[in-house]
């Protein structure tokens, strides 16, 4: 009897060791958001270094929704095609490159962000990247121009530095660091002599 207690206490030990070590890799216990993938398809990796070696363990139906459970900072996304995963399967995630998901504003859609209170205008302080996910490794959909008058309503979640933009019928998500907020100005009376708005805040100057 003592030697199966001795038994069921070393499983609870191991079983609750296991969770600790696990909780410590930093996985999120549900999708932070969701891609599309290219619409030819798009490679996907088992690991790490497979992904950064190119070696690609199969492909993704072109347009698939991709789960995006860690934004890598080397330019891949972590997740899974199955929208039931959890954590618990984690380990089995693939890789897939950031610049693979699909050139379109809806990529990573401005609902995974957070709403601002109302709509906020501001103009560039200098060309302005507008990319189809809050990152440098996702997509470019278009550069702005300085001076350029643009209005966002979500900011990110994990990087409130990425503002989700619409301007002349493009949206996507750009860095604040290179905008200046401003009042919203009526179009009859739009002109350059406007006061010079404030800078919006922020940190990070990759665009």
Not at 148 to 156: I, K, P, Q, S
Request: charged letters at 25%; aromatic letters at 10%; a negative charge.
């Amino acid at each position: 009897m003592k030697k199966m207690i001795s038994v069921l206490v070393i499983l609870i030990i191991s079983v609750a060791c296991g969770i600790t070590v696990y909780a410590d890799m930093g996985v999120p216990e549900k999708a932070e958001y969701t891609v599309v993938t290219g619409i030819n398809g798009v490679n996907y990796y088992s690991d790490s270094d497979s992904a950064k070696a190119g070696q690609s363990a199969g492909t993704l139906t072109g347009g698939q929704t991709f789960y995006v459970w860690l934004d890598m900072d080397d330019g891949f996304l972590r997740g899974t095609t199955d929208p039931k995963a959890t954590s618990e399967q984690f380990e089995h995630f693939v890789y897939i490159r950031k610049s693979d998901v699909v050139d379109s504003s809806y990529a990573v859609a401005p609902e995974t962000g957070k709403a601002t209170d109302g709509t906020r205008y501001a103009r560039t302080t200098g060309k302005l990247n507008v990319r189809c996910g809050p990152g440098t490794g996702f997509k470019l959909l278009k550069t702005l121009s300085d001076g350029t008058d643009v209005e966002y309503n979500y900011t990110f979640v994990t990087n409130t530095t990425w503002v989700y933009v619409t301007v002349n019928g493009i949206s996507g998500w750009a860095s604040s660091d290179y905008l200046k907020e401003r009042e919203k100005i009526p179009e009859e009376t739009a002109s350059d002599d406007q006061q010079e708005p404030e800078e919006v805040k922020g940190t990070s100057q990759a665009q």
